[in-house]
């Protein structure tokens, strides 16, 4: 072993321990996002008819072709797998090796943990290509996963193995770039920031590509990974380029990582202000500072996939006309199908909209458990004022997205139609659902008062809804299962009138379930 | 009701672990409390309680006469705290730490924080993460410094801290304590108690075992006699009291509980003294005496 990656054994050995739950978490659930579309396809089409017609109608549908990729074989169901899990399964391994590569390297030069390793007998390279190597046996784990699952079901293997290695060859080729985004800065926030800014920019290239004449694909990871071509006439060569990123990437992380000092970032840190500005006066204005950038990301997402699926326009009618997946998926049983179709459109925003809402709800226990609630708690501010301003920007927060997305919805489809008189009936379709969304942050807050260990358990209320949303019609769940989730109690607005009863209910139960956590957290021991 | 502090038969369970087991403490108004014990032995667990973060599970605990659980807000308005691992938000300079929990806390001193920034020669323009452990240490010292309040906790407040700021915080404890202001200061560090402090509480596995003022402490201790004399001394060796003697040709040298002091000095001059040295006792002693038999309790068993 060179003298600079002395030690890198024993590092791979303690970060597989550290990572292990997360990679088995990733690979459940990666491997069931193939697997659950081939089984939920075969499902839905009984008749190979059925299954053309439906494929014909999605064959040149833009939007779905900018969500998912370029549609090829869509009548088999190796085809469908592909189309539709191919660029959100490579989302969730980016996602991974850039966690996993964020918190071995940058994270430990910035809590001081990584000079305790260093040292210690460990080469100067060791602590990151020992990441870089977990990151990938990580990546390689997932795509083995997926082909094994594919293959098992009974899919062809030349496209299982065509997905499994492209998916092990995103996760190399996006662990080389988080590789080279923790040289950069040195906070770890900023770097999870760059490397899902890079993620989300190959998605947007791959997106306009996949709809315009391909050439932007070309320019995206993802993209080379959907030119693969699983299950349409398997091509390998696209695979190389994923592995010239990969090792032009580390190559270039290793370059920077010798430029610059331990610790250090390649920028170097500003000073900042010496006193604090007004906005910093307060409980709530530090809750504010911490999560703004947070909630802004949040909510320019939501409004940019709000004016996505907007633009789908009412190009909704040829498509839902006789195809029952996008029945089973979209419609919700209304009269009108542009506003069944926007209904649902409204739901899936909003529960990507969750993900703002719990994650704000349990930023309280990141700072608790970094030690920040201490010294705060010490002076004349109360417990209830300091996590009310928390929830305030939790409750607002959510309120504020789901409005912009809503907002998003009826101003992509007034581009696209001309008719901007929809605007207000799709905000308010998804500002009606506000009360299930914070009712899952409520459940967080609860946790967060009540159990605090156990406070991440808070994300699996939004797995269960998002399960029961995306595949309970296909799966044929029993309908008192269905019915645990609060977003069945909320109507399909504006495809159904709104039903305040049930609005207010729910509403009343996400206040008293939010005020039982801030009740518990009054009587517990801060630590 | 002059007492700041004053908690009895303390008792906090973590689990299976008893952190605190039936503490007792009083700080009185105007004095520095040092608040002494090894690691693990209970200190911060129990300025926890006071600040009313954790809840008692036993006994009586009275801060300014209230209960710090119920009236945690009210009462912090009234004293100030320093933690002895000082986390910052990394994205915040420690100028605006400084502030933030000023304003919290009902406002702080303007000259008053312009002069500690001075003094403990601190950046107040570095984000939270570029600090030091030290200077994340004098950001929190600063912030407790400049605002205006009756009752200081320290908790291990110079960890990190190099000689010259340490000699920076003495003299600033001094000045609080000449404007009235109380102390309890946790320390693990005998040389900077014994400076500041009137009274010392020492604890041990979550328990009181020694209180008192400094004189009344050293009686419990040892004073160290090194000498030179003309001829053998006689006689102390028959004093039960005189410890680790050693008398080689003119140098003689021993400790001795200090109650019989005066019975070992006789022997020793009785001898013909050249040079004498005495060692007042130090709470390192009376630290070793109180952790030291826990040592050889452990290796009895």
């Not at chain 1, 494929?55 to 088999?76: E, K, Q, V």
Request: charged share 15%.
């Amino acid at each position: 072993m060179p003298a600079s990656t002395v030690g890198g054994r024993v590092l791979i050995a303690a970060f597989v321990r550290r990572d292990r739950w997360m990679v088995v978490w990733f690979t459940i659930g990666v491997t069931i996002l193939f697997w659950a579309q081939a089984y939920s396809v075969d499902g839905l089409y009984r008749t190979r008819a059925e299954f053309d017609r439906a494929a014909a109608s999605m064959d040149h549908n833009t939007a779905f072709i900018a969500m998912a990729g370029p549609a090829r074989a869509l009548n088999t169901t190796g085809g469908q797998v592909t189309w539709q899990a191919s660029a959100f399964g490579a989302i969730a391994v980016a996602l991974m090796v850039m966690f996993m590569i964020g918190r071995h390297t940058r994270a430990e030069e910035e809590s001081g943990r990584d000079e305790l390793v260093r040292s210690g007998v460990v080469g100067r390279l060791a602590p990151m290509v020992a990441a870089y190597v977990v990151a990938c046996g990580a990546s390689l784990v997932v795509g083995l996963g997926v082909t094994i699952s594919l293959v098992a079901y009974g899919l062809g293997a030349a496209g299982a193995i065509a997905l499994g290695l492209g998916l092990f060859l995103c996760g190399t080729a996006f662990g080389a770039i988080a590789l080279v985004a923790a040289q950069l800065t040195s906070s770890t926030r900023a770097a999870y920031g760059i490397t899902g800014a890079v993620i989300g920019a190959t998605y947007a290239l791959r997106a306009i590509g996949d709809v315009g004449n391909g050439a932007l694909s070309w320019l995206s990871p993802i993209g080379w990974y959907q030119a693969m071509h699983a299950y349409s006439g398997e091509r390998w060569w696209p695979a190389a380029l994923l592995a010239v990123l990969s090792i032009v990437g580390v190559v270039l992380a290793v370059a920077l990582f010798r430029h610059r000092d331990v610790g250090a970032g390649l920028w170097p840190d500003r000073p900042g202000p010496s006193r604090a500005g007004a906005g910093l006066a307060s409980s709530f204005g530090l809750a504010w500072q911490l999560q703004r950038g947070s909630l802004f990301g949040w909510a320019a997402g939501l409004f940019l996939g709000g004016v996505a699926y907007g633009t789908i326009g009412d190009d909704v009618k040829s498509l839902i006309g006789d195809s029952s997946f996008a029945k089973d998926v979209f419609s919700t049983g209304g009269p009108d199908i542009v506003d069944s179709f926007y209904a649902a459109s409204a739901l899936m925003l909003a529960l990507v909209a969750c993900g703002f809402a719990i994650a704000s709800a349990l930023r309280p226990r990141a700072e608790e458990s970094a030690g920040h609630v201490e010294p705060l708690l010490s002076t004349g501010l109360g417990r209830g004022r300091w996590l009310g301003g928390h929830l305030l920007i939790a409750g607002a927060g959510t309120v504020l997205a789901l409005t912009l997305s809503g907002l998003g919805l009826g101003v992509g489809f007034a581009l696209v139609t001309g008719d901007s008189g929809r605007v207000g009936p799709f905000t308010w379709a998804a500002l009606s659902l506000a009360p299930a969304v914070l009712l899952l942050a409520a459940i967080a807050v609860l946790l967060y008062g009540a159990l605090p260990q156990w406070a991440s358990l808070a994300w699996l209320p939004l797995v269960f809804c998002v399960v029961v949303m995306m595949f309970g019609a296909a799966l044929r769940f029993p309908s008192w299962i269905m019915g645990v989730s609060p977003f069945r109690h909320l109507s399909s607005v504006p495809a159904d009138p709104e039903n305040w009863a049930h609005f207010a209910t729910v509403l009343a139960l996400a206040v008293v379930v939010g005020v039982a956590g801030v009740f518990t957290f009054d009587r517990r021991d801060v630590h | 009701m002059d007492d700041v502090v004053a908690i009895s038969g303390l008792v906090k369970t973590f689990g299976r672990t008893r952190a605190l087991d039936g503490l007792d403490l009083s700080v009185r108004r105007g004095e520095v409390h040092g608040f002494l014990g090894p690691n693990g032995a209970g200190k911060s667990t129990t300025i926890r309680v006071l600040l009313g973060l954790l809840r008692a599970d036993a006994g009586q605990v009275r801060l300014f006469g209230a209960d710090p659980w119920r009236d945690a807000a009210a009462l912090h308005r009234r004293l100030a705290y320093v933690p002895g691992d000082v986390n910052l938000w990394p994205n915040l300079t420690g100028g605006e730490v400084i502030d933030l929990l000023g304003k919290l806390r009902g406002g702080l001193d303007e000259t008053r924080r312009a002069a500690l920034m001075e003094r403990f020669e601190l950046d107040p323009t570095k984000k939270g993460r570029a600090y030091s452990k030290g200077n994340r240490q004098k950001v929190a010292l600063v912030a407790a410094l400049s605002s205006d309040v009756e009752f200081l906790m320290l908790d291990e407040p110079t960890s990190g801290l190099d000689p010259l700021m340490e000699a920076v915080f003495t003299e600033c404890v001094d000045e609080f304590k000449q404007g009235g202001g109380t102390v309890l200061l946790s320390s693990h560090i005998l040389a900077e108690v014994e400076r500041l402090c009137d009274r010392v509480s020492i604890v041990r596995n979550g328990a009181t075992v020694e209180t008192g003022t400094m004189a009344q402490l050293r009686h419990l201790t040892r004073t160290s006699v090194r000498a030179e004399v003309d001829r053998r001394p006689q006689g102390l060796e028959q004093i039960a009291e005189v410890h680790n003697l050693v008398v080689e040709d003119h140098r003689v040298e021993f400790e001795v509980d200090s109650d019989r002091l005066g019975a070992a000095l006789e022997a020793v001059t009785a001898a013909g003294v050249r040079t004498l040295t005495s060692q007042p006792p130090t709470l390192e002693e009376l630290f070793l005496r109180h952790y030291g038999d826990r040592v050889e309790q452990h290796e009895a068993e």
